[in-house]
């Protein structure tokens, strides 16, 4: 009878067991929130972190492939707010974000004004993508975020 009992839960552990593969996160699954970033730069410049002022840049990535990025500058009372679609490439491995800058009618600063409105298109290699952390990567830029 104890046999017959052990055999029996055996096998239902062993069928419960296969089921987890499903229950295992797609990398949509694992980029659709909103991540704080944590590191941003590239050859050319370091935004986060960035000495004596506290920035603070969030990426929401939404189900339907729309993204938001939005950078939160201490003192000033609305966030720069940038639009955009996102996609994978077929075996997803990399991470394409395309958005248009439009960043002097966003935030009035001399520094900003200087900048056109364009399209941009970046296409970053994931380089870790968990349920808590963010790391992409281009030839000119690398960007670590961690889930807000």
């Not at 003192?75 to 491995?93: C, Q």
């Not at 298109?121 to 975020?145: F, M, P």
Request: with cysteine; charged share 25%; proline share 4%.
């Amino acid at each position: 009878m104890i046999v017959a009992i052990l055999a029996i839960t055996l096998t239902i552990v062993s069928f419960s067991s296969c089921n987890k593969d499903e229950d295992k996160l797609t990398k949509k699954d694992m980029l659709t929130t909103t991540w704080n970033i944590t590191s941003w730069y590239s050859d050319t410049f370091t935004l986060i972190p960035y000495p004596d002022f506290n920035l603070i840049i969030e990426l929401k990535f939404e189900n339907d492939g729309d993204f938001t990025f939005a950078l939160i500058i201490p003192g000033n009372p609305d966030p720069v707010i940038i639009n955009g679609t996102w996609a994978f490439n077929d075996d997803e491995t990399e991470l394409t974000l395309d958005f248009v800058l439009d960043l002097k009618s966003s935030l009035n600063l001399p520094l900003i004004n200087k900048f056109k409105s364009t399209d941009a298109e970046y296409t970053y290699d994931i380089i870790k993508l968990t349920e808590n952390e963010l790391h992409i990567e281009s030839a000119v830029e690398v960007i670590k975020a961690e889930k807000k």
